[in-house]
Nanobody
Framework: QVQLVESGGGVVQPGGSLILSCAASGRIFHINAMDWYRQAPGKERELVAA???????NYADSVKGRFTISRDNAINTIYLQMNSLKPEDTAVYYC?????????????WGQGTQVTVSS
């Protein structure tokens, strides 16, 4: 059983910053991609930032230059540093990981953490 647990969400004023973290635990052999998604009310879930084990990163155009994804492979954790936050960044943020276990490869999601940007 693999679990992804996000933390760090909250309420912040426009222009503010937050850092999210996501820790994977369980009988993990190997993790490939670890990514951040978000879903705003009434909208589809979208990819925000992606990272490979080798350190390659990609970002949605809407967050480029403001968000930074990083990961610590030793502790199976990724982070999302969010700066210059805008009201349109308000959403539930989810962690996603491609994980190899003794049962093979599968995709896992965290429970989500709410980020609200409001004055």
């Amino acid at each position: 059983q693999v679990q992804l647990v996000e933390s760090g969400g909250g309420v912040v004023q426009p222009g503010g910053s937050l850092i999210l973290s996501c820790a994977a635990s369980g009988r993990i052999f190997h993790i490939n991609a670890m990514d951040w998604y978000r879903q705003a009310p009434g909208k589809e879930r979208e990819l925000v930032a992606a990272s490979t084990r080798a350190g390659t990163t990609n970002y949605a155009d809407s967050v480029k230059g403001r968000f930074t994804i990083s990961r610590d492979n030793a502790i199976n954790t990724i982070y999302l540093q969010m700066n210059s936050l805008k009201p349109e960044d308000t959403a539930v943020y989810y962690c996603n990981a491609g994980v190899y276990t003794a049962r093979g490869f599968d995709n896992y999601w965290g429970q989500g953490t709410q980020v609200t940007v409001s004055s």
